[in-house]
């Protein structure tokens, strides 16, 4: 998907519509990949496109779940579990993340704005 600029702090990064319920999608947001999630609940996640675990671009592929109430993404790669509600990892499979990375996962504000999506530019929520 591409991304395109609406206001200066703000990017839209596709229509509501276009994102299927408890998939992801990848966006170049500001310079770094972005996974966007819609739950079928309607509400919309971002976090960083990056798995710290293993440093492949792969969230937005990643399985949807929950942990309690809490929205969760698992990586592809070592199943690790990140709420999408903050990026806390929750559950690190044994494994440490990859040098120069911490266990988290960035979260960036989105919302829906007359039915198109977007992300806040100025930095992670």
């Not at 960083?48 to 949807?64: D, E, K, L, Q, Y």
Request: glycine share 10%.
């Amino acid at each position: 998907m591409t991304a395109i600029a609406d206001r200066l702090t703000r990017v839209r990064i596709c229509s509501y519509d276009e994102l299927t319920p408890e998939l992801g999608v990848a966006a170049l947001v500001g310079g770094e990949q972005v996974a966007v999630f819609r739950l079928s609940d309607g509400r919309v996640f971002a976090v960083s496109n990056t798995c710290p675990f293993s440093g492949a671009a792969v969230m937005s592929r990643g399985i949807t779940g929950s942990r309690g109430e809490e929205p969760t993404i698992t990586s592809p790669v070592y199943k690790q579990v990140f709420s999408l509600v903050d990026g806390r990892c929750l559950d690190t499979v044994d494994k440490a993340p990859v040098p120069g990375h911490g266990p988290d996962l960035a979260v960036h504000t989105v919302s829906v704005d007359d039915g198109q999506v977007t992300i806040d530019l100025t930095g992670p929520a």
